[in-house]
């Protein structure tokens, strides 16, 4: 089982982690001082203007970013989580991360093993989330 994350303003920029590497991200980020905000539905956002307090006023589900459907991680909050992974990679940095978890990178319509989880991942998905908001789906395999 995977998780897709796809950039919201680069559509074609996708990473795609296993639920174990996923999860294992999601915790050193929480140990690094990341306080998840908490993901959006994305229908919610349909008919908003972009005023920043009108979309920070949703009632976000305060944690889901392990969604059986799509999610939208807010741009606050991807960039949270992109500098405490930063900080992750200072305290954890001599350690690998899961070994047994295969990490993908997608690359147009061409999906290709990149490399194993560890601290090249980490950087990669601290480096995804400074990009901005992005949605989490949630695959039975990688495509």
């Given at each position: 089982?995977?998780?897709?994350?796809?950039?919201?303003?680069?559509?074609?920029?996708?990473?795609?982690?296993?639920?174990?590497?996923?999860?294992?991200?999601?915790?050193?980020?929480?140990?690094?001082?990341w306080n998840p905000m908490g993901?959006?539905?994305?229908?919610?956002?349909?008919?908003?203007?972009?005023?920043?307090?009108?979309?920070?006023?949703?009632?976000?589900?305060?944690?889901?970013?392990?969604?059986?459907?799509?999610?939208?991680?807010?741009?606050?909050?991807?960039?949270?989580?992109?500098?405490?992974?930063?900080?992750?990679?200072?305290?954890?940095?001599?350690?690998?991360?899961?070994?047994?978890?295969?990490?993908?990178?997608?690359?147009?319509?061409?999906l290709r093993e990149w490399a194993?989880?560890?601290?090249?991942?980490?950087?990669?998905?601290?480096?995804?989330?400074?990009?901005?908001?992005?949605?989490?789906?949630?695959?039975?395999?990688?495509?």
């Amino acid at each position: 089982m995977y998780y897709r994350l796809c950039s919201q303003n680069k559509p074609n920029r996708t990473l795609i982690l296993t639920r174990s590497a996923w999860h294992r991200f999601l915790e050193m980020a929480r140990q690094a001082g990341w306080n998840p905000m908490g993901t959006v539905h994305p229908d919610m956002m349909l008919g908003l203007s972009s005023v920043y307090d009108e979309i920070y006023s949703l009632d976000h589900d305060n944690g889901t970013y392990t969604p059986a459907d799509s999610r939208l991680v807010m741009l606050d909050d991807a960039l949270n989580l992109g500098d405490a992974l930063d900080r992750a990679f200072m305290t954890f940095e001599p350690q690998a991360v899961s070994a047994y978890a295969s990490f993908y990178r997608t690359s147009g319509d061409r999906l290709r093993e990149w490399a194993r989880p560890g601290i090249g991942t980490l950087l990669e998905l601290a480096d995804f989330c400074h990009s901005g908001s992005f949605f989490i789906e949630n695959q039975a395999r990688p495509r």
